[in-house]
């Protein structure tokens, strides 16, 4: 059976590398030597390999107790030797694509030392997932080839599917005179495009398996990152170590199953729920033969599809080249070039060094620009505090309902979906609080448990407005089961924004859906905090809401008392909307007023106004 597949087609330049991949170690220098003459084999197209070769690799294999591969193309040329060890073998290189709607115009023969010449369902998997041509298992015992079988794909009528057609079992002279040519040439001529809806779905949705070491719960979080992400998740391989390994994260033997596991299901990624070193990801993807992305990579992708505006697009980007440029991969650190000065001159950068300079530069240029938002956003504040116009941020884990919760309070028409981060962007609305009082609503990236601190750090000057916020609406999913961890998880990041003591006001949202009352009773107990209990959704809850954020954001007003000019009508239009207004009469000395306002405003009005005699 087969692990870590993905097409190849070894080649550097126009020179064939003749070299065995996989897990060599231990075997024999002479070995070696017998498996890379293989490679200087010319085969007939016709056929499936001479017999003097699967003779050779069955001999080898038997000495060694190790399966072993060989691809061989529609030229007859040998083009990659592979080993692995007593039930797997790997296949990792290059991909080689031709047609969408074609074979890869690649034959696989493999040995399985057991004796038995059955195809695995893995092997069944691997027809499929590199689409080849044809699958060969020789069972070989005591170095000789027992019996032999051969399986191609068998188009399905109207379906992109394919079934199998397998043909044994068969003697070794059997196996290398089988006439493949011809049966490849009618399978092809079946294989018919997909309709065009199917095409687009299959393509937006990958197959995905993830992997973690912490929870369950955790990848049941991950799975909804991953739908988000246009992912869809086919099974959850959860592995209980008290720290993950520095090498594989989850250890050699555990990848071993996952990448079987990944193989059989035909997935063509997999993704882990912590982020993963440099190292693990070359070392996994060797052994899983696909692509490998991590919790922040994931995080990343959905961020960067719902960037809308300049300015989340530029945070954006600066979160992925600070999350990539460690870990571009090549040569080493020993061949880099800084630029300019005597040893630093000659034949020119490598591309890996090309690459990491222009991220760098990329990187210079995106905290530039995102220097001006900041510059941008703290006049923005400036003229709000002049103006006394208090802010309220909402803050929440992703998907909480802070977004409804706007919408529902202000008159909004920001996007809504159930989904994770569905809105990246913050808005900012006007909100009309009891007693003619307003506020400014804003609306913030939501956060998450293990949120990327490339994100946090790229993120700065939108995160800064819940610093500067005078209230912080802490919106939870009172219906999650797990709402008190969410609750935890976001007052973390608050913490490390320096937030965590700011004025809270806590919000359980969505109480219109089933929740556990026992549980939502015992946290309010236990949280010695005032709780509002609200449905954005039906409107439950929302006008006490605005009642307590107004208690929350009162400040200490001072009384003004006197005839204001003519001409400051604008300033009674500032004390309706950021104070307290008792009176108002326009008489022929002014505009009389009595009323109350916080500091900011008072000094604006007071030396305008004059005293009643």
């Not at 293990?450 to 700065?460: E, G, Q, S």
């Not at 001072?558 to 009674?572: E, I, Q, S, T």
């Amino acid at each position: 059976m087969f692990t870590g597949i993905t097409p190849v087609y070894c080649q550097k330049g126009m020179q064939l590398v003749k070299k065995v991949y996989g897990n060599t170690a231990g075997m024999k220098k002479a070995e070696l030597e017998l498996l890379q003459g293989i490679y200087s084999l010319q085969v007939n197209k016709n056929g499936i390999i001479p017999l003097e070769a699967a003779q050779l690799l069955a001999a080898v294999s038997g000495n060694s107790r190790r399966e072993l591969a060989v691809l061989i193309d529609r030229r007859g040329n040998v083009v990659y030797v592979g080993a692995g060890d007593a039930d797997t073998a790997q296949l990792q290189g290059q991909g080689r694509r031709r047609g969408e709607y074609r074979l890869s115009g690649l034959r696989c023969i493999h040995t399985h030392p057991s004796g038995s010449g059955l195809l695995s369902p893995a092997d069944y998997a691997a027809i499929s997932a590199m689409r080849l041509d044809a699958m060969v298992a020789l069972g070989v015992r005591d170095g000789k080839i027992e019996e032999a079988y051969i399986a191609c794909p068998e188009p399905r009528e109207g379906s992109p599917e394919h079934a199998f057609q397998t043909f044994g079992p068969m003697s070794a002279e059997e196996m290398a005179d089988f006439p493949l040519l011809p049966l490849l040439r009618d399978i092809e001529t079946k294989i018919k495009p997909p309709v065009a809806h199917e095409t687009s779905e299959h393509r937006e949705s990958e197959k995905a398996v993830l992997a973690g070491i912490e929870s369950m719960e955790s990848l049941e979080e991950l799975a909804r990152l991953a739908e988000t992400a246009g992912a869809a998740p086919a099974a959850k391989v959860l592995q209980q170590k008290s720290r993950p390994d520095a090498a594989f994260f989850i250890g050699r033997g555990k990848v071993k199953e996952l990448a079987l596991l990944r193989q059989n299901l035909s997935a063509e990624l997999v993704i882990f729920d912590e982020e993963l070193t440099p190292t693990q990801i070359r070392n996994l993807q060797n052994a899983a033969g696909c692509r490998i992305i991590d919790r922040t990579a994931l995080i990343l992708d959905i961020f960067a599809r719902r960037a809308r505006t300049r300015e989340g697009k530029l945070q954006v980007e600066l979160a992925q080249l600070n999350y990539l440029l460690p870990r571009l991969t090549g040569i080493g650190t020993e061949l880099s070039r800084l630029g300019g000065g005597i040893g630093t001159r000659g034949p020119g950068e490598t591309k890996l060094e090309t690459d990491r300079r222009h991220i760098r530069r990329r990187i210079e240029e995106l905290n530039r620009d995102l220097e001006q938002v900041r510059r941008h956003r703290k006049k923005q504040r400036q003229n709000r505090r002049e103006s006394s116009m208090p802010v309220v941020a909402l803050v929440g884990y992703t998907n909480a309902g802070k977004s409804t919760l706007l919408n529902a309070l202000t008159g909004a028409q920001v996007f809504t979906a159930n989904q994770m981060f569905a809105t990246l962007d913050p808005t900012t609305r006007r909100l009309q609080l009891p007693d003619n009082q307003e506020a400014l609503l804003t609306d913030t990236v939501g956060f998450i448990r293990k949120l990327p601190h490339h994100l946090v750090a790229a993120f700065r000057a939108t995160l800064e407005e819940v610093g500067e916020a005078d209230l912080l609406l802490h919106v939870a999913d009172a219906s999650h089961d797990r709402f008190a961890e969410q609750i935890e998880a976001v007052e973390s990041v608050l913490k490390e924004l320096g937030a965590r003591e700011k004025n809270t006001l806590l919000v359980l949202n969505k109480i219109d859906r089933p929740v556990d009352r026992q549980a939502l009773e015992d946290f309010k107990i236990s949280c010695r905090r005032q709780v509002a209990e609200v449905s954005a959704r039906t409107g439950t809850g929302l006008e006490e809401l605005k009642q307590l954020i107004a208690r929350h954001i009162g400040r200490p007003q001072r009384k003004l008392k006197g005839w204001l000019p003519h001409g400051r009508a604008d300033l009674v239009a500032r004390l309706y909307r950021h104070g307290v207004v008792y009176d108002v009469k326009y008489t022929e000395e002014g505009i009389w007023l009595e009323a109350a306002a916080g500091d900011p405003l008072w000094s604006a009005v007071a030396p305008l106004l004059k005293a009643p005699l």
